[in-house]
């Protein structure tokens, strides 16, 4: 049905790899894959096997857990998008008030969550790629606000900039993008 490889981590990991929860749920135990350091696996690849087909109308939903946590959307593949690099952004464990369990009991662990849902119900396909642009429109905020800081005064509760400093911001901004290509890459990551 489905294979997945965990980037510069893995060989192709079949459905065998995941325990079946029912006829349209699997998870991945991560203890069992790396241990405790599930945090260090950053992406993973899913996609379609070429025997298997899925209804257009359906989907196969990647979510993560890390122990304590909620389910986290990741993405999901179709038919008319049989493959995907997902960006795994692991919760902080116990995020959701989920309590932690005990010393003598068994400890939680990290999963991935695969199921078959309705294609329409899901968020977005491409989540990765909507939070790479809200990192990026954070970290050029950020950069504005920093320069600006720097031509500010104080008035009581209000800041004085020069009238000119969303202009001088921005040519100094596609300046050093213009000489320095890695610049831009910088506010992406």
């Not at 429109?137 to 920093?146: S, T």
Request: one cysteine or more.
């Amino acid at each position: 049905m489905f294979g997945v490889v965990f980037p510069n981590r893995s060989f192709p990991l079949d459905i065998s790899t995941f325990a079946q929860i029912d006829a349209t749920h699997w998870l991945l135990d991560m203890n069992h894959f790396v241990g405790e350091s599930y945090d260090s696996i950053r992406e993973v690849c899913i996609f379609l096997l070429n025997n298997f087909t899925l209804p257009p109308d359906k989907a196969l939903a990647v979510y993560i857990q890390s122990p304590g946590s909620s389910f986290l959307f990741c993405g999901a593949v179709t038919p008319s998008r049989p493959s995907a690099v997902l960006s795994l952004p692991w919760p902080d464990p116990g995020s959701a008030g989920i309590p932690q369990l005990t010393a003598d009991s068994t400890p939680l662990s990290a999963k991935i969550g695969v199921s078959v849902e309705d294609l329409a119900t899901l968020p977005s396909l491409d989540v990765a790629a909507e939070r790479k642009i809200e990192r990026l429109a954070l970290k050029v905020g950020e950069n504005l606000f920093n320069f600006m800081q720097s031509f500010c005064a104080v008035d009581g509760s209000k800041l004085i900039v020069p009238t000119d400093i969303l202009d001088r911001w921005l040519k100094k901004f596609q300046e050093r993008a213009k000489r320095d290509p890695e610049y831009l890459k910088g506010f992406a990551l």
